[in-house]
């Protein structure tokens, strides 16, 4: 649907918000992803989907509401855009800001989280910062309403009421296969490792951490050590006619749980790689399904899509129960190369699988802020239009030197360097004159009055010849 706002109103929104921290779900500490949130609930009433930003392009139903639009060399960025980073930024997860300018070279934005400080005390507020272009990037362009006298009279902006804290999930891991009353079956075996005992020891206990760490409730299928087989117990009850007591009829009777991934092993010839996830056909692909999908593709592979299937018994089942359920199958237990990259990287890989099932990033790690740069090596001559202080060093505080040392109008001298600090601009210089100290000097050479805080914007007492 189109907006309720004007072009006019969410600009004006959207500049209210600068110097704001923003955490409109009141979860993950304050993160690039809560400024486009903000600004979508101001405009369309809800949030975007994404367990990062760069999930915001391809995980969101646009139709209707917006055009997305893939960077070109001749693509010209327009304030209201939402501008969203490749993977090169925010650890793997990307980035995302609110354009509030733009020319052909460089878009300047609204941001949040850029220096890491999510999680500071106070927190890093959302600013304006200066970028360029990148490749791959993509802005989203939301459809505004049209301005009309009535709207206008009503443009002044309103307070977005902040989402409320989304309470954790009751999440069911099952591991496949399995040893219990009804069966011991290793699954499939191959280079080392057998499916049952693998997931059960590698895989879900991580997993299980990760969700737990952010709120979940996990259940094991078979408790903690997780010696049951979903399979044989939800067969054993069809069997003997009990749909209460067995297998994935006593989950629904007594776990009633709002997720349940089930992970496998898959085996082939050991050319064959990658993962997958497979659903029932009674329901489409949700987004765990989309995530999990996505995380294999970016991992160890993936063979195929999201895959509905109406041959398997458990898929069968919670399909008639309306359970929420998907099997993934992590890679082929039969590929060295897939074995060979679970195993090096199965804290990566289990924490991005519990992200997708989270549907968001779990403990962003804090970053120390990093120091504002003020100093900078650049030359060149300052020639002075009137009397100015010499100093030993940089700073209001910096001894003064005698007085016959300091310059006066028509003096010179060539500098190697641009300091920032007190209120001013100084440069770091060493006299022309024969005989004269071999020593670094200082002096300022104009208050700071840009905006941006930009040398080169600004009004010198003297002139500036930069090399």
């Known amino acids: 649907m189109v907006s309720v706002r004007t072009y006019k109103q969410s600009i004006a929104y959207l500049k209210s918000l600068e110097g704001k921290a923003l955490n409109p779900d009141g979860a993950y500490g304050f993160q690039c992803f809560d400024v486009a949130n903000q600004y979508w609930l101001y405009l369309f009433g809800h949030t975007l989907k994404g367990v990062g930003a760069a999930d915001i392009p391809t995980w ?38 609110i354009v509030i300018s733009a020319t052909s070279n460089s878009i300047t934005i609204l941001e949040q989280n850029w220096i890491g400080g999510a999680y500071w005390t106070p927190p890093e507020v959302t600013t304006r910062r200066t970028h360029g272009y990148d490749f791959p990037m993509w802005f989203i362009r939301p459809f505004y309403a049209k301005e009309t006298t009535k709207n206008k009279v009503k443009s ?22 399995g040893k219990g009353a009804y069966s011991n079956d290793p699954g499939a075996v191959a280079n080392g490792y057998n499916e049952r005992d693998f997931n059960r020891k590698e895989i879900i206990p991580r997993i299980k951490k990760y969700l737990e760490s952010v709120g979940n409730t996990v259940v094991l299928y078979g408790g903690k050590s997780m010696n049951q087989d979903l399979y044989q117990d939800t067969l054993y ?13 006593w989950v629904k009777k007594n776990v009633k749980p709002d997720v349940i991934v089930e992970f496998h092993l898959d085996a082939a010839s050991p050319q064959a790689s990658g993962g997958h996830v497979i659903v029932s056909d009674r329901y489409p692909a949700d987004d765990i399904d989309k995530a999990l999908s996505s995380v294999l593709g970016k991992t160890v592979g993936k063979i195929r899509g999201v895959t509905p299937r109406n041959d398997l018994l458990n898929a069968n089942v919670t399909g008639q129960l309306n359970l929420n359920y998907r099997l993934i199958e992590l890679g082929f237990i039969t590929s060295k190369k897939d074995m060979d990259y679970i195993t090096k990287n199965v804290n990566e890989f289990t924490k991005r699988l519990a992200e997708a099932i989270n549907g968001r990033q779990i403990n962003a790690p804090k970053s120390k802020p990093s120091k504002a740069k003020t100093t900078w090596n650049w030359s060149g001559k300052f020639t002075a239009n009137s009397t100015i202080k010499v100093r030993k060093s940089p700073g209001l ?23 920032k600090k007190d209120g001013y601009w100084w440069i770091r210089f060493k006299y022309v004159q024969p005989g004269s100290s071999n020593k670094h000097f200082y002096c300022a050479v104009c208050k700071i009055t840009d905006k941006q805080q930009k040398i080169k914007n600004e009004k010198y007492w003297g002139k500036v010849d930069w090399k």
Do not use: C, M
Request: aromatic share 14%; hydrophobic share 30%; glycine share 16%.
């Open 397 to 419: 505080k910096g001894t003064v030197v005698e007085s016959g040392s300091w310059l006066y109008k028509g003096n010179y001298v060539p500098f190697d360097q641009v300091i």
């Open 156 to 177: 002044k902006t309103k307070p977005v009421k902040k989402a409320k804290a989304k309470k954790g999930k009751k999440i069911l891991l099952v591991a496949g296969h």
């Open 237 to 249: 009850g069809q069997r003997v006619g009990n749909y209460s007591d067995y297998g994935l009829y």
């Open 60 to 97: 969101n139903n646009f139709t209707g509401e917006a055009t997305v639009y893939e960077n070109t060399l001749s693509f010209l960025a327009k304030p209201g855009d939402v501008v969203i980073f490749n993977r090169n930024y925010g650890g793997g997860y990307g980035h995302v800001g």
